[in-house]
């Protein structure tokens, strides 16, 4: 074991103990087993209590799982977090192939090695937590210790009636399979992007999450159409978009796309209601300026150039020029990042209004994990890959964040 037993016990009371969100929670559990368990791939199966099935909440990762769900006895999901023990199949075990909750069928490799840990407080068993692929297995006192974490993350989720909620009816809008992007050739060839893995929802605030170079700017310009992939396959709105020829990008980012960039983008010589109209000149079925900038609490500024407005009133002319558009996405590159906390505090809160007013899915990348805590989902980047995702089933208002 990497990490001390007590030291790995103290660091989740701690995190549990200041964790204002229990997507967190969990996605920190799952942190720090799979760092006990020197694995790399694990996730979060949690009870719904009116369906009496176990959805996947959060994991670590290549594929997108979020969402899947099994009932109780079904695969050794259903099995461990029904019956409350801990099971490992190692390959060549008899059965490992029906036991891994993913078929074939929705593109899941199986497994070598699986092992599946019940989230089981006094009363009930919860959920449980799969750890799959692991180099080899725990030990008696690696596994004790991560039973013990489980279990206090499921007190946890007693204390504060925590469960699952089945997402029905969830339509992926942009679906994204083993995107590769490499620059340059031969020797000197860099690959930023190394096989992602994503769908994207309709009418879901997705937050990209990571450090820089991690490739989240890479890929949400191979998402708008600013950038080509290398490999891979993108379907967007059920059409292949791997290999778009320039019309259909053409009428793809004119159309079904809109941009909110971190400084602004607007032009200097027009004001807030020409910059708007500007753009709103090449669509089909615009919003009206004014309506626009009325949406951003801009009313009355119409006429005033980005030099007489303030940082945090540009990103608001920013954000009405993207909505104008009526686009079915709309993807935001850092924008709060050149922005104090209040005025960044403004400009999300214009954007979740804007959300709920429009249904637009918006898929935005940060820096600022504080930001995460206002998503439907969290995805975190890593060396080019997805690291983890996870749900948030009770996202915080934006005016309720505090970085």
């Keep these: 074991m990497k990490k001390h037993a007590l030291q790995s016990l103290w660091e989740i009371m701690e995190m549990l103990h200041q964790v204002d969100q229990m997507e967190s929670a969990l996605s920190g559990t799952l942190d720090l087993i799979l760092e006990i368990a020197e694995c790399e791939e694990g996730s979060v199966w949690i009870l719904n209590r009116e369906d009496k099935r176990y959805y996947a909440m959060i994991h670590a990762g290549k594929k997108d799982i979020s969402g899947f769900s099994v009932a109780a006895g079904e695969s050794i999901v259903g099995k461990v977090a029904a019956g409350g023990a801990s099971e490992y199949l190692k390959q060549g075990s008899s059965g490992l192939a029906q036991a891994y909750p993913l078929s074939t069928e929705q593109g899941a490799e199986i497994p070598q090695n699986m092992l599946c840990i019940p989230l089981k407080n006094i009363h009930e068993s919860l959920g449980c937590i799969l750890l799959t692929n692991l180099k080899e297995e725990l030990s008696e006192d690696d596994r004790r210790i991560c039973e013990n974490m489980a279990s206090l993350l499921a007190m ?19 679906v994204l399979r083993n995107v590769i992007k490499e620059y340059g050739s031969g020797e000197t060839v860099n690959q930023v992007l190394k096989g992602i893995d994503l769908e994207i929802f309709e009418n879901e605030l997705l937050v990209v999450l990571g450090e820089s170079g991690c490739g989240k700017s890479t890929m949400l310009n191979i998402i708008g159409g600013m950038d080509t992939m290398t490999h891979g396959e993108l379907t967007i709105d059920g059409k292949d978009m791997s290999r778009p020829t320039e019309e259909e990008l053409t009428n793809y980012r004119r159309n079904f796309v809109g941009f909110i960039f971190q400084n602004y983008n607007l032009m200097p010589n027009l004001t807030a209601q020409e910059n708007i109209e500007f753009i709103a000149e090449i669509v089909e079925n615009p919003m009206d300026s004014a309506a626009a900038l009325d949406m951003v609490g801009l009313k009355g500024r119409e006429g005033n150039f980005p030099s007489q407005m303030s940082g945090g009133q540009q990103q608001r002319v920013s954000i009405a020029r993207a909505f104008a558009k009526r686009p079915r996405l709309i993807l935001a590159d850092e924008p709060t990042a050149a922005l104090d906390f209040q005025t960044g505090q403004e400009v999300l809160m214009v954007m979740e209004n804007a959300i709920k007013q429009t249904g637009t899915t918006i898929v935005m ?23 983890s995702i996870r749900v948030n089933l009770h996202p915080l208002s934006a005016s309720e964040l505090v970085w």
Excluded at 156 to 174: C, D, L, T, W, Y
């Design 156 to 174: 946890v989720m007693e204390e504060k009636g925590f469960s699952a909620q089945p997402n029905q009816g969830r339509k992926p809008m942009i």
């Design 365 to 387: 990348i940060t820096h600022n994990v504080e930001i995460a805590k206002m998503a439907n989902r969290v995805v975190k980047l890593k060396n080019g890959k997805v690291h």
